[in-house]
């Protein structure tokens, strides 16, 4: 009876890791984000987030700054363990600096009701905050494929911005529906990625202008070619 009750509990694990790994693999369904297919604009509530700012090559400090956030994640009081949310990524500073001077905003979203951080090893480099992201409006669109080929929907998306006469409000921002660093690596082909930025309605002065030129200089407005977790 025991042997058949332990084989019943390992069968069950067993199709339990399998249904997790398929659905890591397989990534969201799209169909929730279809509206974002094509550039959009809509409102979003400001969101409680673990963050780790890294400064450094993205591709050799990513996926450390992810690896803590999982940790402080899990370390977390009331929080949902699946499905995990989508990390997000903010890119402060212009593209045009050398990589090893980049700086990400790493962070996960979590419960409105976290007040404090768990306890965490430090790690050299890296800062650890819990803190809020501001949104309201946001221009967002839905990339499928390499984080490197990225640029032309991000111009995309900031030119859909100027066009529907907008400025950005804040950096560049990506949030990883589907990527490597769960259980597969996936195909980089099917990585999906929202890109986002927060906006502002653009103000006319009296000599005809605008305030600010949102398809201007990248500096403070993010980083193209970002990456998720390693």
């Known amino acids: 009876m025991i042997k058949k009750l332990l084989l019943v509990f390992v069968v069950a694990v067993v199709a339990g890791v399998s249904v997790m790994g398929y659905y890591l693999w397989k990534g969201p369904d799209l169909s929730s984000y279809g509206h974002l297919v094509e550039p959009a604009?809509?409102?979003?509530?400001?969101?409680?987030?673990?963050?780790?700012?890294?400064?450094?090559?993205?591709?050799?400090?990513?996926?450390?700054?992810?690896?803590?956030?999982?940790?402080?994640?899990?370390?977390?009081?009331?929080?949902?363990?699946?499905?995990?949310?989508?990390?997000?990524?903010?890119?402060?500073?212009?593209?045009?600096?050398p990589r090893e001077?980049?700086?990400?905003?790493?962070?996960?979203?979590?419960?409105?009701?976290?007040?404090?951080?768990?306890?965490?090893?430090?790690?050299?480099?890296?800062?650890?905050?819990?803190?809020?992201?501001?949104?309201?409006?946001?221009?967002?669109?839905?990339?499928?494929?390499?984080?490197?080929?990225?640029?032309?929907?991000?111009?995309?998306?900031?030119?859909?911005?100027?066009?529907?006469?907008?400025a950005f409000a804040g950096p560049h921002e990506e949030e990883y529906l589907k990527g490597p660093g769960m259980i597969f690596r996936g195909n980089p082909e099917e990585y999906v990625t929202i890109l986002r930025y927060v906006i502002k309605p653009m103000t006319e002065p009296s000599d005809g202008g605008t305030t600010s030129d949102p398809t201007g200089s990248t500096e403070g407005e993010g980083l193209e070619g970002t990456v998720v977790p390693q």
Do not use: C, K
């Open 41 to 97: 604009i809509s409102t979003m509530p400001p969101q409680r987030m673990i963050v780790v700012e890294a400064r450094g090559d993205p591709d050799h400090v990513a996926s450390e700054a992810y690896e803590m956030l999982y940790d402080l994640y899990y370390s977390v009081n009331g929080v949902d363990y699946w499905p995990l949310p989508a990390p997000r990524a903010r890119w402060p500073v212009s593209p045009d600096l």
């Open 101 to 166: 001077e980049w700086v990400g905003i790493y962070g996960i979203p979590v419960p409105d009701s976290v007040a404090e951080l768990p306890e965490y090893v430090h790690i050299p480099g890296m800062t650890v905050s819990l803190t809020t992201w501001d949104y309201g409006e946001v221009a967002e669109l839905l990339y499928i494929g390499p984080y490197e080929d990225e640029t032309p929907s991000i111009e995309r998306l900031r030119n859909f911005a100027a066009e529907e006469g907008y």
